[in-house]
């Protein structure tokens, strides 16, 4: 089992930058894939963004690609969020996640059995 703990959420302008953290405890982290998702109010939750356990593959939605990026340092038992170019559209409660499957990275709420808390990311236009 892996506890996960993500930070770096807040309030920021549109066109602004945030990253996010989530920290992982429990098993070997570098055995698991990991993935961002967020929730809008009132939306179903949705996949934003994963990583291979050991970095070499990422997969981003269509919505995010070439503004986000998604990496990890398993020395820390760490991954990132790096979000560039927030729209208000971008806000949401933003969870990350972990897939012990071995290949990946995966995309489907389902296939992640551990989830964080979430940390709150708000965009002002």
């Known amino acids: 089992q892996v506890q996960l703990v993500e930070s770096g959420g807040g309030l920021v302008q549109a066109g602004d930058s945030l990253r996010l953290s989530c920290a992982a405890s429990g098993r070997i982290f570098s055995t698991y894939s990991m993935g961002w998702f967020r929730q809008a109010p009132g939306k179903e939750r949705e996949f934003v963004a994963a990583i291979t356990r050991s970095g070499d593959s990422t997969r981003y939605a269509d919505s995010v690609k070439g503004r986000f990026t998604i990496s990890r340092d398993n020395a820390k038992n760490t991954v990132y969020l790096l979000m560039n170019s927030l729209e208000p559209e971008d806000t949401a409660v933003y969870y990350c996640?972990?897939?012990?499957?071995?290949?990946?990275?995966?995309?489907?709420?389902?296939?992640?059995?551990?989830w964080g808390q979430g940390t709150q990311v708000t965009v002002s236009s």
């Open positions: 996640a972990a897939d012990s499957f071995p290949y990946g990275p995966r995309l489907g709420l389902r296939d992640y059995a551990y």
